[in-house]
């Protein structure tokens, strides 16, 4: 009886699994929007611009190596549990076509690297016989690329004067932003955990952060800097490794969770509060930029922006967390997303028409999926807590949900920050040139209203140019800067290089010796950052208060933040 039951199961499955091949091979993805956690880097607190490690650039060529399996180059040997194959109809296979897609990336250096490593897995060098029209020579030979035919992808790194960079990291460079999220250390929350773990972090003082934080800056109020510095020592360093324990790491992992949490909007309840809607401004504009990317595709009849990928920090996920209601789905969205990991929207439809006609939108769906860091599978859930089965959604309520989490417009984003960036002017001169405008950094051939890559470029460079005159025109008014016509001297009637002597027409010239005591300084760096830990430490204190140029590790670190909890200012004494 018992084998009878075995033989009866196993046969079921087995005539499942056929089933569900066949509903999914009857599917059909005409795009796929894809945002990437940028690789492994070292910490962001530590002097200099913090890079890309080599784990993190192989953490996201696996990614990228994965979307290639599941969206490009579908073949037996890529039918896996964590690359279930959904290849977007139409795009191309080997050879990278950059009108096909849309890749998007801050300016952070790991963040540009990341995406290039993703691209050289997504569209490896070709390393083949594959020949092209432009290789063929007039002579009859053929000319191969270097690197064994490696392939360019077009990667869009927006700088803070793109109005485009507020899809991809909108909390950046967004004052009403900054200023609600140090607005958490007034909350009950903050005030009991910053109390209660102040001793938990004060065992990490003397050993793993001795050197690298002040004692002012140790603290539940510093909780990601602290995870970040002693997590990458964990990865990277034997010492560390050894001397931290698992239970140790968890427990600073998961106060750098609930810290990010709350300053990134989501609540206790897993979602956001009403009052706190500023602090999820990342996720908020990344759902207004997913929507565009896939109306694209939709208004261009599947042309274009056929696979979309953009590059950015946690601080979207997060958001997007909350905004999305996703706790309420799995656990695992109330973690903070490893480095590499990525969440993805689909768009297909449920019948396969060999692409021969793109579908009216109403018989278009949606599917979110989540992969959590490099070694976890690719996963489906359902948005706006509409239950486990619905992990697929229609097109047009996927888009009616959107709209209300999202931020539609750049315009809309320079009120809801009271950004003074310099490309908010022009969308606050005439909301009926500037005002409605959705900026996408694609060219987009019909019909959703938004401004073209054209019109965006002159509102950069204009934008740039305006910026560049007024630096000038400040140099001129307070730092002496002077344009002098330079006079015409005699050349010299020894002709060619002079020799080593002083002749009498030679002016005199001074020359200071840096760090010589008395002579010129210049821009010399005095002391060791070590020995200056204080001021290191108030550059980049937390998450209470970010410097206004991109969140962390940003090109910028000129501003200094306040501890609310240090010693008070002393006067600097010195000889």
């Keep these: 009886m018992v084998k009878f039951l075995l033989t009866a199961i196993v046969a079921a499955v087995s005539a499942v699994k056929p089933a569900l091949a066949q509903s999914a091979n009857q599917e059909t993805v005409h795009a796929a929007v894809v945002y990437t956690r940028h690789g492994d880097r070292t910490p962001l607190m530590l002097p200099g611009y913090s890079k890309l490690t080599e784990l993190g650039a192989r953490q996201l060529h696996e990614a990228g190596s994965m979307f290639r399996e599941r969206y490009v180059d579908v073949s037996s040997s890529s039918q896996s ?39 050289q897995g997504l569209y490896p060098p070709l390393n ?60 009950p929350e903050f005030q ?39 997590s990458y020592g964990y990865t990277h360093n034997e010492t560390v490794n050894d001397r931290l324990s698992d239970t140790g790491l968890e427990q600073l992992r998961q106060l750098a969770d609930r810290h990010e949490f709350a300053v990134n909007g989501m609540n206790a309840a897993g979602s956001v509060s009403p009052s706190n809607k500023i602090r999820a401004i990342a996720g908020s504009t990344l759902a207004a930029q997913v929507v565009n990317l896939l ?43 490893q480095f590499g990991s990525s969440i993805v929207f689909e768009l297909f439809t449920r019948a396969d028409n060999g692409g021969n006609q793109y579908p009216k939108e109403s018989d278009l769906w949606v599917r979110f999926l989540a992969r959590n860091g490099t070694d976890d599978e690719l996963q489906a859930y359902s948005l706006f807590q509409r239950g486990h089965s619905e992990s697929a959604i229609s097109w047009l309520d996927f888009k009616a949900e959107m709209n209300s989490i999202m931020t539609p417009t750049v315009r809309n984003w320079c009120d809801d920050c009271g950004s003074t960036l310099p490309f908010c002017a022009f969308y606050g001169t005439d909301s009926s040139i500037w005002g409605n405008s959705t900026v996408l950094g694609s060219q987009q051939n019909g019909g959703s209203g938004g401004m073209t890559a054209q019109v965006a470029g002159v509102i950069g460079a204009a934008v740039t140019l305006g910026v560049i005159m007024i630096a000038v025109a400040g140099a001129m008014l ?11 001297r005699r050349r010299s009637e020894l002709g060619g290089f002079k020799g080593g002597e002083k002749l009498a027409s030679d002016a005199d010239l001074t020359s200071g010796r840096i760090g010589a005591a008395g002579d010129l ?36 670190r000129d501003g200094l933040d306040v501890n609310p909890f240090g010693d008070p200012v002393r006067p600097d004494e010195r000889i």
Aim: proline share 4%; glycine share 8%; with cysteine.
């Design 81 to 119: 549990a964590n690359s279930s194959t959904a290849r977007i109809v139409g795009i191309s296979r080997n050879a990278i076509d950059n009108s096909e897609l849309y890749i998007q990336a801050s300016q952070e250096e790991y963040v540009v690297n990341s995406a290039q490593a993703f691209m």
């Design 128 to 187: 083949g016989p594959y020949v092209d029209n432009d290789a063929r020579l007039a002579n009859g030979t053929l000319s191969e690329a270097p690197l064994g035919n490696y392939q360019y992808p077009q990667i869009r790194a927006l700088s803070i004067l793109d109005p485009n960079i507020v899809w991809s990291a909108g909390h950046q460079n967004c004052p009403a932003y900054s200023i609600s999220g140090a607005d958490y250390i007034t909350e």
């Design 192 to 230: 009991s955990l910053n109390k209660s773990k102040q001793a938990f972090y004060n065992g990490f003082a003397s050993e793993l952060l001795n050197g690298r934080f002040p004692r002012s800056l140790i603290g539940y109020f510093n909780a990601y800097d602290i995870y970040d510095y002693v």
């Design 295 to 337: 109306e694209s595709n939709i208004n261009t009849r599947g042309e274009s922006e056929k696979l979309n990928v953009m590059f950015g920090s946690h601080e979207a996920f997060v958001a997007f967390f909350a905004l999305a209601r996703l706790p309420s789905q799995s656990p695992d969205f109330y973690g903070l997303p």
């Design 478 to 488: 307070f730092g002496g800067l002077r344009f002098n016509r330079s006079s015409r």
């Design 521 to 556: 300084r210049g821009h010399e760096r005095v002391g060791s950052w070590e020995l200056e830990g204080q001021k290191a430490g108030q550059e980049r204190f937390g998450t209470l208060k970010r410097p206004e140029s991109a969140h962390r590790g940003d090109d910028d």
